[in-house]
């Protein structure tokens, strides 16, 4: 899919993020059984410091000028994608890929990407989407994979 861009989300994105943010608990509260609190929002605890702490990075993907998605990526060692989701409309149109390639790119190193074991669907994703040589395994979290990004060109 053409037109795809994966912006880093500034302090003004934090709104948009909150809620790219719900529709993403809503949609894995179907493996966690996880409920809105009494205002009727998930929430996400960790938000804020995506802002405050140098090795926390917020991005947000856009199609056509359209919002798609996000990534939380934890930029540590190993760098970790804390959380990743695109809107349903764009998965399976290789929205999903391009911006994980994008992010991959962007922090060469070492990396983990975790899924729960509930959602195989997730863990086929990014067997698709991770282009390195990679090592999988199943911990009392879930399933992980490990591998080595090298700098390479974008989406």
Do not use: C
């Not at 909150?18 to 960790?46: Q, W």
């Amino acid at each position: 899919m053409d037109g795809i861009e994966v912006l880093e989300a500034t302090v003004d994105d934090k709104p948009v993020m909150r809620r790219l943010l719900e529709l993403y608990a809503h949609d894995f509260s179907e493996f966690t059984g996880t409920d809105v609190d009494a205002r009727g929002r998930f929430g996400y605890p960790y938000l804020d410091v995506y802002w405050t702490e140098p090795e926390r990075r917020p991005f947000l993907f856009r199609v056509a000028a359209k919002w798609a998605g996000f990534a939380l990526v934890r930029t540590g060692v190993p760098h970790d994608m804390a959380e990743f989701f695109v809107l349903r409309k764009y998965r399976r149109t290789g929205v999903g890929e391009a911006a994980a390639r994008d992010l991959f790119a962007r922090f060469p190193g070492d990396w983990q990407v975790r899924q729960l074991e509930a959602n195989p669907g997730a863990t086929a994703f990014w067997r698709r989407a991770i282009p390195f040589d990679f090592a999988e395994a199943v911990t009392a979290e879930g399933r992980v994979q490990r591998f080595s990004s090298v700098a390479v060109s974008g989406p």
